[in-house]
């Protein structure tokens, strides 16, 4: 049984800085993407970057140039840099983990939400 946890989550004044991580643990061979979402009160959920193995990545447009998303192989572990937060940071994120690769097949694996609230 895979499970994620994350990590790094909390309460930040504008133009602070978070970094969230996201652990899985399990028996995995690979991992294809892994990605980090958020949700704010009243909206969808959206995707704020992904990573895939191969390191290519790709970023939502408010988040460009603000947020660094990064990945360890061998640890099953995705981190979010986030740089110069903004109020309309604040939502719960959530990693998600997309092509897990483990004894039995392949699987896509939800974690379980960190609340980052920026706020003055």
């Known amino acids: 049984q895979v499970q994620l946890v994350e990590s790094g989550g909390g309460f930040v004044q504008p133009g602070g800085s978070l970094r969230l991580s996201c652990a899985a643990s399990g028996s995995i061979f690979s991992i294809y993407r892994m990605g980090w979402y958020r949700q704010a009160p009243g909206e969808q959920r959206e995707l704020v970057a992904y990573?895939?193995?191969?390191?290519?990545?790709n970023y939502a447009d408010t988040v460009k140039g603000r947020f660094t998303i990064s990945r360890h192989n061998a640890k099953n572990t995705v981190y979010l840099q986030m740089n110069s937060l903004k109020p309309e940071d604040t939502a719960v994120y959530y990693c998600?983990?997309?092509?897990?690769?483990?004894?039995?097949?392949?699987?896509?694996?939800w974690g379980q939400g960190t609340q980052v609230t920026v706020s003055s």
């Open positions: 998600s983990f997309g092509g897990v690769v483990d004894g039995t097949g392949r699987y896509d694996y």
């Open positions: 990573i895939i193995r191969t390191g290519m990545t």
